[in-house]
């Protein structure tokens, strides 16, 4: 939840400012939400009291975010021209998360590093775990595997330092995609069912988001282990939470979550008009990550079909995106399904070309256990992070054990791949 909203009722300036957004957040709550977008709008146009107009524009934002309307929330910034460094935190945190939404990751970190950088109040130190949080998704939305663990792990300190549940939760669903990407099938279910406890066990008064979250991370993790009875049903209550509140992210999530368990069912006729409504909504919303993995979901659907010319233009598309945001990981997929397809097909220098592609993608990942020097992420593995957030196969730590980092200590020598 924004720090706007957290503290609305207890630091509002002008009575009558404070009725009219205390107001606005009824309607909204209400899921009367153009009601509540005008409301605010007014007081924005009629406040004298610079704290109110803030505080309307933070409910501004934070609904423009949950209806993923991210470029509208990119337009909502003020907080630059006001001296207090509580505001200037804040308002370079939500230019970060519109970026990140965005997949503009560059510019989120950046946003980032400003914000860790300011030295305000208390508020301000408060809003330290959501920023680690977003330099994280950030990271990971660039492959950045190490950064990204390191930020995550930041954000949990502050978050139990803190007291603040909501920011564990959302802290446990990014770890949950996080360990999806490196195959780690256990923990990527572990964490999203931590944060699924912590709604249960605090969330009474929290808004459902925080459930429907949780129940989508669980959802692709059943789907990952192949449990897909539990997939359908996780993903089937968070979309219902997601149409109830008009959280447009979250419903072009779940439905490429539906086509992916059908296509897993090896269904393709249910896969194909999901992966499209899905489409529909990424494209509007602007999350091009989202329209690189459906475009990685149709390519494998063409290849169950034998559809080799149709499956190597969708993974051309999910390329481009993927190399235009800097995600990797999904580059690394394409060279991967595209090498089969050159392969059973004897198309010989095509083949060649995508081997050395693969291998330099590998290699700009450091997908590899510093230890035996195998592949991570290529199959389900238990992994385990080290205190410096370099990531080992949990067989290798336990078989050889370890006095410091092997990565670390040898970060001067070129690795060597298996």
Same mark, same amino acid.
């Given at each position: 939840?924004?720090?706007? @909203?957290?503290?609305?009722?207890?630091? @509002?300036?002008?009575?009558?400012?404070?009725? +009219?957004?205390?107001?606005?957040?009824?309607?909204?709550?209400?899921?009367?939400?153009?009601?509540?977008?005008? /409301?605010? @709008?007014?007081?924005?146009?009629?406040?004298?009291?610079?704290?109110?107009?803030?505080?309307?524009?933070?409910?501004?934002?934070?609904?423009?975010?949950?209806?993923?309307?991210?470029?509208?929330? #990119?337009?909502?910034?003020?907080?630059?021209?006001?001296?207090?460094?509580?505001?200037?935190?804040?308002?370079?945190? &939500?230019?970060?998360?519109?970026?990140?939404?965005?997949?503009?990751?560059?510019?989120?970190?950046?946003?980032?590093?400003?914000?860790?950088?300011?030295?305000?109040?208390?508020?301000?130190? +408060?809003?330290?775990?959501?920023? !680690?949080?977003?330099?994280? &998704?950030?990271?990971?939305?660039?492959?950045?595997?190490?950064?990204?663990?390191?930020?995550?792990?930041?954000?949990?300190?502050?978050?139990? &330092?803190?007291?603040?549940?909501?920011?564990? !939760?959302?802290?446990?669903?990014?770890?949950?995609?996080?360990?999806?990407?490196?195959?780690?099938?256990?923990?990527?279910?572990?964490?999203?069912?931590?944060?699924?406890? #912590?709604?249960?066990?605090?969330?009474?008064?929290?808004?459902?988001?925080?459930?429907?979250?949780?129940?989508?991370?669980?959802?692709?993790?059943?789907?990952?282990?192949?449990?897909?009875?539990?997939?359908?049903?996780?993903?089937?209550?968070?979309?219902?939470?997601?149409?109830?509140?008009?959280?447009?992210?979250?419903?072009?999530?779940?439905? %490429?979550?539906?086509?992916?368990?059908?296509?897993?069912?090896?269904?393709?006729?249910?896969?194909?008009?999901?992966?499209?409504?899905?489409?529909?909504?990424?494209?509007?919303?602007?999350?091009?990550?989202?329209?690189?993995?459906?475009?990685?979901?149709?390519? *494998?659907?063409?290849?169950?079909?034998?559809?080799?010319?149709?499956?190597?233009?969708?993974?051309?598309?999910?390329?481009?995106?993927?190399?235009?945001?800097?995600?990797?990981?999904?580059? %690394?997929?394409?060279?991967?399904?595209?090498?089969?397809?050159?392969?059973?097909?004897?198309?010989?220098?095509?083949?060649?070309?995508?081997?050395?592609?693969?291998?330099?993608?590998?290699?700009? %990942?450091?997908?590899?256990?510093? @230890?035996?020097?195998?592949?991570?992420?290529?199959?389900?593995? +238990?992994?385990?992070?080290?205190?410096?957030?370099?990531?080992?196969?949990?067989?290798? %730590?336990?078989?050889?054990?370890?006095?410091?980092?092997? *990565?670390?200590?040898?970060?001067?020598?070129?690795?060597?791949? /298996?």
């Amino acid at each position: 939840m924004s720090i706007f @909203m957290k503290h609305i009722v207890v630091e @509002m300036g002008q009575d009558q400012t404070k009725q +009219q957004i205390e107001k606005g957040l009824r309607l909204y709550q209400s899921n009367e939400t153009e009601k509540a977008l005008h /409301v605010w @709008m007014k007081v924005l146009e009629k406040t004298t009291d610079p704290g109110g107009k803030f505080r309307a524009l933070g409910c501004l934002i934070t609904a423009h975010s949950e209806m993923g309307k991210y470029r509208e929330m #990119l337009k909502i910034d003020t907080a630059r021209e006001m001296e207090d460094p509580d505001y200037l935190t804040e308002g370079y945190l &939500n230019l970060a998360r519109s970026n990140e939404k965005l997949c503009d990751f560059q510019k989120t970190i950046s946003y980032c590093k400003t914000c860790l950088n300011m030295q305000g109040t208390t508020v301000s130190l +408060q809003l330290n775990g959501q920023v !680690c949080l977003s330099m994280g &998704n950030a990271f990971l939305g660039l492959s950045v595997f190490q950064k990204a663990l390191e930020s995550y792990e930041k954000a949990l300190r502050y978050a139990h &330092n803190n007291d603040d549940k909501m920011l564990e !939760c959302r802290v446990c669903c990014s770890l949950g995609n996080f360990y999806i990407q490196l195959k780690d099938y256990e923990k990527a279910l572990f964490f999203p069912c931590k944060a699924a406890e #912590l709604v249960n066990d605090y969330g009474k008064g929290w808004s459902l988001k925080y459930r429907a979250m949780s129940q989508y991370h669980m959802s692709v993790a059943y789907r990952k282990l192949d449990r897909l009875p539990d997939a359908m049903e996780c993903c089937e209550e968070s979309m219902k939470i997601a149409l109830q509140h008009g959280d447009r992210p979250l419903q072009a999530l779940c439905l %490429l979550n539906f086509a992916d368990i059908h296509r897993c069912r090896k269904d393709v006729e249910k896969a194909f008009p999901r992966y499209e409504s899905s489409m529909c909504i990424m494209t509007e919303i602007g999350n091009r990550l989202g329209q690189a993995a459906i475009y990685l979901g149709v390519g *494998k659907c063409w290849l169950l079909q034998k559809e080799d010319d149709k499956a190597l233009d969708s993974l051309q598309r999910a390329y481009e995106l993927s190399e235009a945001i800097g995600y990797k990981l999904c580059s %690394l997929k394409v060279h991967w399904l595209t090498e089969g397809v050159h392969r059973s097909s004897g198309r010989q220098e095509e083949l060649r070309e995508q081997v050395v592609k693969f291998l330099q993608c590998v290699e700009e %990942l450091e997908l590899y256990c510093g @230890m035996c020097g195998e592949s991570i992420g290529e199959k389900n593995q +238990q992994l385990q992070a080290l205190p410096c957030s370099h990531i080992f196969h949990l067989k290798c %730590l336990q078989t050889n054990g370890t006095q410091g980092c092997p *990565k670390c200590r040898r970060s001067s020598m070129k690795p060597g791949f /298996v």
